[in-house]
Structures are given as C-alpha cells and as structure tokens.
C-alpha cells in the first residue's frame, strides 16, 4: 500500500555531482523520518544521512560537508545532493522512511527499491 521510489542515480566522474530523489506514496498520514542508506559489495548497509519532518538533519562523517538531505513535506519527498564524489562513494542507495500510516500505525520497515551510484576515478 506504501512505495519508495528512488531516481537520479548514475555514473559519474570523481569530483561530480548528482541529485537524488525519493517520493512516497500510498497510504501515508504523516511521514515523521525519511533517510538515505548505502550499500557498496560486500558491505553492510550504512546510513548516509537522514531528515525528521522538522529539518533535523544527520550525516555519516564520510559525507559531512559534501552532501546535502532535504525534504518537502507536502509531497512527501526527500532529495540528497551529493557534490564532490568520490570513487568510494560508489553504491547502491536507498529510500527508507519512518511514517505513521492512515490507519494510525507507525512503519519503519519500508525502502525503495534502490539506485545505482557509480563513480569513476
């Protein structure tokens, strides 16, 4: 009844930007968390940053000061602006959001389906 839906991901040169973007649909009332993870092969998936709906934001150290979360509430989005890439950047990247759905239970479980973010050297 609830999608994540990423997009915006890509192969790009080490020192680029890209933008990546996740909208959620379905049977949301309120969307209270929505955050992006990473997962690179053979390693475990790691929080990249995340975003409460009051713009309370949290970003691992690696991507401190290069990447930029936000959010629009109203349309239930969240966007990650990742500037100056780097090689080890390179993963697959997902959604996932903390929401309390129109029956009134609170979900925490649900992820888009993933990205692709290659960067070459």
């Known amino acids: 009844q609830v999608q994540l839906v990423e997009s915006g991901g890509g192969l790009v040169q080490a020192g680029g930007s890209l933008r990546l973007s996740c909208a959620a649909s379905g049977n949301i009332f309120r969307i209270d968390v929505m955050g992006w993870y990473r997962q690179a092969p053979g390693k475990q998936r790691e929080l990249v940053a995340g975003?409460?709906?009051?713009?309370?934001?949290n970003y691992a150290d690696s991507v401190k000061g290069r990447f930029t979360i936000s959010n629009d509430n109203a349309r239930n989005t969240v966007s990650l602006q990742m500037n100056s890439l780097k090689p080890e950047d390179t993963a697959v990247y997902y959604c996932?959001?903390?929401?309390?759905?129109?029956?009134?239970?609170?979900?925490?479980?649900?992820w888009g389906q993933g990205t692709q973010v290659t960067v070459s050297s």
């Open positions: 975003i409460t709906r009051s713009g309370s934001t």
């Open positions: 996932n959001a903390v929401f309390l759905s129109t029956w009134g239970d609170r979900n925490t479980d649900y």
